[in-house]
T-cell receptor
Framework: ETGVTQTPRHLVMGMTNKKSLKCEQHLGHNAMYWYKQSAKKPLELMFVYNFKEQTENNSVPSRFSPECPNSSHLFLHLHTLQPEDSALYLC?????????????????FGPGTRLTVL | AQTVTQSQPEMSVQEAETVTLSCTYDTSENNYYLFWYKQPPSRQMILVIRQEAYKQQNATENRFSVNFQKAAKSFSLKISDSQLGDTAMYFCAFMNTNAGKSTFGDGTTLTVKP
């Protein structure tokens, strides 16, 4: 439907596991985002990358580690997670105009990865 | 800090009728953007409509329009001629231009009934 894909779509992991979420955008955008969507809570912005540089980290615990090797790919590395980290993790991308802040433009979302931490 | 409030957790509307989803926000900023996003069941979130705060004219996209009241810090979404495909969770979002931070509301689940 959109040009943003996420893998895997579903992930179940134990608290001692290490896993990674992958996001890829085919829209030629220069900014990418990770969001956490939990039941009965507002969507939470986790990380923002603009031209591969991390521009925002919203006090996310260090057990979440983002990586942006290029403007088309974004990873979220997970280790020693807690059950309360179970949520839908959404990736998004946008085209940021020169001089503007990421997020002022239209964001295109991926389908998300449904993560369950046992 | 910015806050976004969607006071209607759930709403329903008959097909072909009009429905209005409310959103209020709190900010001391003057330059910002407001968005409505739609997340259908098990499908990807997509942008419905976007409004720049400096524009007085209300944004419109086909059957979707907003009533932007800057002084009242209100940003409601009106859906005309509701269709079954409009069934989704709708999120109101605020973006502070200066700080580059996004804030989303809790969402409103809209059900369009045949």
């Amino acid at each position: 439907e959109t040009g943003v894909t996420q893998t895997p779509r579903h992930l179940v992991m134990g608290m001692t596991n290490k896993k990674s979420l992958k996001c890829e955008q085919h829209l030629g955008h220069n900014a990418m985002y990770w969001y956490k969507q939990s039941a009965k809570k507002p969507l939470e912005l986790m990380f923002v990358y603009n031209f591969k540089e991390q521009t925002e980290n919203n006090s996310v615990p260090s057990r979440f580690s983002p990586e942006c090797p290029n403007s088309s790919h974004l990873f979220l590395h997970l280790h020693t997670l807690q059950p309360e980290d179970s949520a839908l993790y959404l990736c998004a991308s946008s085209q940021v105009l020169a001089g503007a802040h990421p997020g002022t433009d239209t964001q295109y979302f991926g389908p998300g990865t449904r993560l369950t931490v046992l | 800090a910015q806050t976004v409030t969607q006071s209607q957790p759930e709403m329903s509307v008959q097909e072909a009728e009009t429905v209005t989803l409310s959103c209020t926000y709190d900010t001391s900023e003057n330059n910002y953007y407001l968005f409505w996003y739609k997340q259908p069941p098990s499908r990807q979130m997509i942008l419905v409509i976007r409004q720049e705060a400096y524009k007085q004219q209300n944004a419109t996209e086909n059957r979707f329009s907003v009533n932007f009241q800057k002084a009242a810090k209100s940003f409601s979404l009106k859906i005309s001629d509701s269709q079954l495909g409009d069934t989704a969770m709708y999120f109101c979002a605020f973006m502070n231009t200066n700080a580059g931070k996004s804030t989303f509301g809790d969402g409103t689940t809209l059900t369009v009934k045949p």
